[in-house]
């Protein structure tokens, strides 16, 4: 069996053992405590944790074949996915049954329907077109949901009136189909790429380009003096505290923008390195680009923690009104997925990095990957239309237009439109392979640009919702 | 040489037609619409926000080249008029081959088509017989579902099957119901209009405000019955609703309740339940009088609307003359601070007919300017109903009907591009070398090959078993050559 190069660290993996070890007893522990305090077994929380559970063993035996290679593991991770998915559904279940309506109505909502789609997307993507890698990236993604959501207000919120329509269900349903079937053809997109023996050294660039564009973004926040800008919280009403009407309230919480400032310099570090090694034609130079995004991962994870702590405890000054206000992560959802998302990419390259043979032997071919990644568009380009359909149809049973050509929309059309690009481009150019590929990825980012780019971004242009 | 003879109008057909155009074409709508994202628009942000996101000279260049309002400037609207002229060119320019190839199925193979078919097979027939081979055949595509028709051939018979043909035309379908949708946009943005409508309870209205300020009038008129809100216990709102009627020519022709998300709809014009609110003007107070020499006995529940008197028994009348919604006092007097009914006071004159006296109530009391003292009875304020009014939101869409055949076409039209699959089955008797006949088996799809390629094994196999039933399958493999010529491109 083909063992890993040279650059496998044989400490590390040791490490990662541990630390999803510690994880599982972390998570094990909280449920143990939920059941305690609530007393109650088939509650909706500890079906959550109960799918938490088993999405983390998933992942994290996802993890361990990308450490050690053995292939029972993807067997295992299956099953566990199963058991994960089958909590999950009892979870929304549950919640529906509580709230009155499908869950949809919030953010703890979205989440929880969210990454029942993940689990139930994963096993399709195995048994249907036997793609069994494919855990590796949504199984930490799911625990990752799973997590956030204990930490976003849970209570079951009546809709506000404007929602109080089945469009509602239509549109956000087909909205999450399609954003995950296009999230999925984006990681069938990357396997063919790596099938297609393109170098790892791309792939660094990409992942560190990647990072570098989060850290920016989080940086679009940061104060003169060294602080970042986040959304006030009023922890009574459970809601983002506003200056005015669409204006929302920022405190500033000091030295944290110092911090992203300096890992900011370390996730450009892989980058610039794997420029200069092209440059000077020094291969030596990508050995230490991959040690640069070894150390970026541990400074985004210190930063990750930092915010965390400075986030949930404390009060902060506001340049905006007197006095201190406290903050929560629920007012900065996606600074948090930013983090998040930034030390999730910078693994899923280290796992190429470390086990590219196994994983080429384990994936399909880069021929099957390709016409699959197109089918898999083919599902989402309709259901994109529909959703878009959708929406504008209940936007023009609530507000009497159904096309306003406001930031939503537009990126919406757009992302309809990147992937119509797709489809011409194949259908009738005969577009296959590479290209065909870096089209989905570039489809995959106006999507994702679409959902978080437009509400955390834009209005901040704007400063006003 | 031949370059020169071609007209000026057929090279801008052929650029027009070019799938190159539409590609760039959509390029430059995804470009000016981001920019359209995140350049501030005058139509959804105050004018001192754009001053003060840009600078003056940065203002008058977006101004002047309508990036401030680029999904109305005249050049995103040409930009998308080209897009629709390139759909219907690069339509037109294919239609007629695909019409040519939807219209005149070709059912009878000739030797050169067969010999570079890519997916074909051949089967021997045991005895030569063609008939044999034939209705064999036909059993056989009669089990999986497919119809056949016998073609007539110079000396001989052959077969023709084809499901779906329909799936030919399914991407002019789609692109018809993309220009479909586009229409209509252009008639809404045309002849399309929206407006604004406040009513209180009680009035009626068939002037709507337009966005500019000037105010329209519609061909009836709106009276609202009533207006209200309803909220969750912790405040949340839960539903507004207004209670409205259709006045045409005088006569009340319809009632409905609407709610946001379910608008009242009359000849085209759509009322939507788009706001609610107080308008800060007394509608009625409701207290309780006791007497004030017997504080035992039964208060009586009064209401009062502004200036409206009533009567607490036969000789003591009580009118309600002055509504405060946030009173202040100062220097003896009281004052309204603003209209948010934050302090509400109301000011009320005691007439007492037989001893010809009147008393200042006020409520709160104020000292030093009621005489509540003084007052035959005391007053104990239950409940105060102010002015609401609903605001609706008003539009007339004309062009919206064909937006929605053209999205229903769409779905129609996708669903028939990635789903339906055109496929055509050929078998024609053949002679070999030998003398022998052979089946000759052909067959195409226009879509998912290898999803197609399983079902020609599948008819094969068929054949196979239905020409030799008694002998099992496996040993008549080495009969049987399925060939694949593999082709770049489609």
């Known amino acids: 069996m083909a063992r890993a190069n040279a650059e496998q660290h044989p400490a590390t993996g040791t490490t990662m053992v541990v630390m999803v070890g510690l994880g599982i007893a972390f998570l094990l522990f909280m449920a143990f405590l939920n059941v305690v305090k609530s007393g109650n077994i088939l509650s909706e929380a500890n079906f959550l944790f109960a799918a938490l559970v088993f999405y983390a063993g998933a992942g994290a035996l996802y993890l361990g074949f990308g450490v050690t290679g053995i292939d029972s593991y993807i067997k295992y991770a299956s099953l566990m996915t199963w058991a994960g998915l089958l909590a999950n559904s009892a979870a929304v279940a549950h919640r529906w049954y509580e709230a009155g309506h499908p869950p949809f109505a919030s953010i703890y909502e979205m989440l929880l329907s969210f990454v029942w789609t993940l689990a139930a997307l994963t096993l399709i993507a195995e048994k249907r077109y036997g793609v069994k890698v494919i855990g590796t990236v949504t199984m930490p993604v799911a625990v990752v949901g799973v997590i956030l959501m204990q930490l976003l207000p849970s209570e079951v919120r009546p809709l506000v009136p404007a929602l109080q329509s089945t469009w509602l269900h239509v549109h956000v349903t087909l909205a999450?189909?399609?954003?995950?079937?296009?999230?999925?053809?984006?990681?069938?997109?990357?396997?063919?790429?790596?099938?297609?023996k393109v170098k790892t050294e791309l792939f660094l660039a990409a992942t560190s380009a990647f990072t570098v564009g989060i850290y920016a973004a989080v940086l679009t926040r940061f104060e003169k003096w060294g602080g970042l800008n986040v959304i006030a919280w009023d922890a009574q009403n459970k809601a983002e505290v506003f200056v005015s009407r669409g204006v929302r309230l920022f405190v500033t919480i000091p030295d944290l923008g110092w911090l992203m400032v300096l890992v900011f310099a370390a996730v450009l570090a892989?980058?610039?390195?794997?420029?200069?090694?092209?440059?000077?034609?020094?291969?030596g130079l990508l050995a230490v680009a991959d040690r640069a995004v070894f150390i970026s991962i541990l400074l985004q994870a210190l930063a990750l923690v930092f915010f965390l702590v400075r986030v949930r405890g404390g009060q902060y000054p506001s340049l905006d009104a007197d006095g201190l206000y406290a903050t929560s992560l629920a007012a900065s959802p996606f600074i948090l997925s930013a983090l998040v998302g930034g030390i999730f990419a910078n693994l899923l390259y280290l796992l190429l990095l470390w086990r590219r043979a196994d994983l080429e032997r384990l994936l399909r071919d880069a021929d099957a990957l390709d016409r699959i990644t197109y089918k898999t568009i083919c599902i989402a380009f309709p259901l994109l239309t529909l959703m878009i359909a959708a929406g504008a149809y209940w936007a023009n049973?609530?507000?009497g237009s159904y096309w306003n050509w406001d930031p939503k929309e537009t990126w919406a059309a757009i992302t309809w439109l990147v992937y119509a690009g797709y489809l011409h481009m194949r259908i009738t150019r005969g577009w296959r392979g590479r290209r065909a590929a870096y089209f989905a990825i570039l489809g995959f980012a106006v999507v994702m640009f679409t959902f978080f780019g437009v509400t955390y971004l834009l209005p901040g242009l704007h400063a006003y919702a | 040489m031949a370059s020169a003879l071609r007209s000026v109008p057929r090279k801008i057909w052929q650029t027009l037609s070019s799938i190159k155009t539409g590609v760039v074409l959509i390029i430059l709508v995804v470009i000016f619409s981001a920019a359209g994202t995140v350049i501030l628009q005058r139509s959804m942000t105050d004018a001192d926000d754009l001053e003060r996101a840009y600078s003056p000279s940065m203002l008058r260049f977006l101004d002047s080249t309508g990036l401030t309002d680029v999904f109305h400037a005249r050049w995103f609207v040409a930009l998308l008029i080209l897009v629709c002229l390139s759909i219907v060119a690069a339509s037109v320019e294919r239609f007629p081959n695909a019409w040519r190839f939807f219209a005149r199925p070709y059912k009878g193979p000739d030797e050169s088509f067969r010999k570079v078919l890519p997916t074909q097979a051949r089967i021997a027939i045991p005895g030569n017989d063609e008939e044999r081979g034939l209705s064999a055949a036909e059993r056989a595509f009669k089990h999986l579902g497919l119809k056949t028709e016998r073609i007539v051939r110079t000396d001989s018979f052959s077969l023709f099957s084809e499901r779906s043909r329909i799936s030919e035309m399914a991407v002019y379908i789609v692109h018809a119901s993309l220009l479909l949708i586009f229409t209509g946009f252009i008639v809404d943005s045309l002849y399309g209009w929206r407006g604004f409508l406040m009513l209180t309870p009680g009035t009626s209205s068939n002037q709507i405000e337009m966005k500019n300020g000037s105010l329209r009038t519609i061909p009836f008129s709106i009276r609202c019955d009533g207006t209200g809100e309803e909220t969750y216990a912790d405040g949340t709102p839960k539903k507004y609703w207004s209670k409205l009627a259709v006045v045409d020519g005088g006569q009340e022709i319809s009632r409905k309740e609407i709610v946001v998300n379910d608008p009242l709809v009359y000849h085209g014009l759509r009322f939507y339940q788009a706001s609610y609110g107080r308008t800060g003007k007394l509608d009625q107070l409701i207290l309780e009088a006791t007497p004030a020499n017997n504080v035992a006995s039964a208060p009586q529940q009064i209401s009062l609307a502004m200036n409206q008197t009533v009567a607490l028994d036969p000789d003591t009348s009580v009118q309600?003359?002055?509504?405060?919604?946030?009173?202040?006092?100062?220097?003896?007097?009281?004052?309204?601070?603003?209209?948010?009914?934050?302090?509400?006071?109301?000011?009320?004159?005691?007439?007492?007919?037989?001893?010809?006296?009147?008393?200042?109530?006020w409520l709160p009391p104020m000292p030093g300017i009621d005489e509540n003292a003084s007052s035959p009875y005391t007053f104990d304020p239950k409940d105060l109903k102010t002015g609401t009014y609903t605001g609706l939101q008003v539009s007339r869409e004309p062009g919206q009907w064909v937006v929605w055949a053209g999205v229903v076409l769409m779905g129609i039209g996708l669903t028939f591009v990635f789903y339906v699959v055109h496929m055509r089955f050929w078998v024609v008797p053949v002679r070999n070398a030998q003398g022998g006949t052979l089946l000759w088996i052909g067959g195409t799809a226009n879509r998912n090959r290898d999803a197609f390629e399983m079902k020609f094994k599948t008819v094969v196999e068929q054949i196979q078993k239905e020409l030799k039933p008694e002998i099992v399958a496996a040993a008549s493999v080495d009969a049987t050559t399925i060939s694949r010529i593999t082709m770049a491109g489609r």
Not at chain 1, 176 to 196: G, N, T, V
Not at chain 2, 326 to 337: H, N, Q, W
């Open chain 1, 176 to 196: 999450m189909l399609a954003y995950a079937a296009c999230a999925l053809s984006f990681a069938l997109a990357m396997m063919f790429l790596i099938q297609d």
């Open chain 2, 320 to 361: 309600l003359v002055e509504f405060i919604p946030d009173f202040v006092v100062e220097d003896g007097r009281v004052y309204a601070r603003s209209r948010d009914i934050v302090n509400p006071a109301v000011h009320m004159i005691v007439t007492s007919n037989k001893a010809n006296s009147s008393a200042n109530v």
């Open chain 1, 397 to 399: 049973r609530a507000w």
């Open chain 1, 270 to 283: 892989p980058l610039v390195l794997f420029i200069l090694s092209r440059v000077q034609k020094n291969d």
